[in-house]
């Protein structure tokens, strides 16, 4: 059973420029987390998708950022018109199902994302 | 509102020796706690988590953890660290209402001198 798998592993990009991140959840999980990782920080919640819904993108930036977990696929997050304060790592987080007793989330290797 | 604070967040210690890793928590309502470990360029891994029951929580690779409601404290340790410990450890929360929206802290690093 292939674990949370996130690609790029590693993104540049040019200011101003479009970044696409992908997730693919565990088989059987249909609940994903992103998170962000600044640097010498922790993870900061980013936003709850279950298949075709956000649940919850209180973490987002208003601006520049969306995520989406369709039907089929991956799940992506996007950031538009990218700014060096955005360079970080992103990782996505999956679990059966997203109530109850806490099911543990399991984490991709994240995407780091730089900015030029 | 949850919270985790981690206190140092750079810790060493000798092969051998006692690790302790301090984890403080705030939480409106009954908590679930977590640690989980980075390696470097890697994800996190679940290392234990606590929801009910026993507050002593053993995990993997030889670490436990203990619950402590009257001082809100959830701190990691492991009576004998190997060099294959140094990594970053994260505590984190959740709780039992809604979905599992977690916080974590801003991360421990552990060193482990040979």
């Known amino acids: 059973n292939a674990g949370v798998m996130q690609n790029p592993r590693h993104l540049v990009r040019r200011r101003g420029q479009e970044a696409r991140l992908r997730c693919s959840p565990m088989?059987?999980?249909?609940?994903v987390y992103w998170y962000r990782q600044l640097p010498e920080e922790g993870l900061k919640f980013m936003v709850y998708?279950?298949?075709?819904?956000?649940?919850?993108e209180s973490g987002m930036p208003k601006e520049r950022f969306s995520a989406e977990f369709p039907k089929e696929g991956p799940s992506i997050l996007r950031i538009q018109q990218v700014v060096r304060g955005d360079s970080a790592a992103y990782f996505c987080?999956?679990?059966?199902?997203?109530?109850?007793?806490?099911?543990?989330?399991?984490f991709g290797p994240g995407t780091r994302l730089l900015v030029l | 509102a949850q919270s985790v604070t981690q206190l140092g967040s750079h810790v060493s210690v000798s092969e051998g020796a006692l690790v302790l890793l301090r984890c403080n928590y705030s939480?409106?309502?009954?908590?679930?706690l977590f640690w989980y470990v980075q390696y470097p360029n890697q994800g996190l891994q679940l290392l234990l988590k606590?929801?009910?029951?026993?507050?002593l929580v053993k995990g993997i690779n030889g670490f436990e953890a203990e619950f402590k409601k009257s001082e809100t404290s959830f701190h990691l340790t492991k009576p004998s660290a190997h060099m294959s410990d140094a990594a970053e450890y994260f505590c984190?929360?959740?709780?039992?209402?809604?979905?599992?929206?977690?916080?974590f802290g801003t991360g421990t690093k552990l060193q482990v001198i040979p």
């Open positions: 998708l279950q298949k075709e819904n956000i649940i919850d």
């Open positions: 987080a999956s679990s059966p199902k997203g109530q109850g007793v806490p099911e543990t989330q399991y």
């Open positions: 088989k059987g999980h249909s609940h």
């Open positions: 606590y929801t009910t029951g026993a507050t």
């Open positions: 984190a929360v959740t709780n039992s209402g809604g979905y599992q929206k977690v916080t």
């Open positions: 939480s409106s309502v009954p908590p679930y």
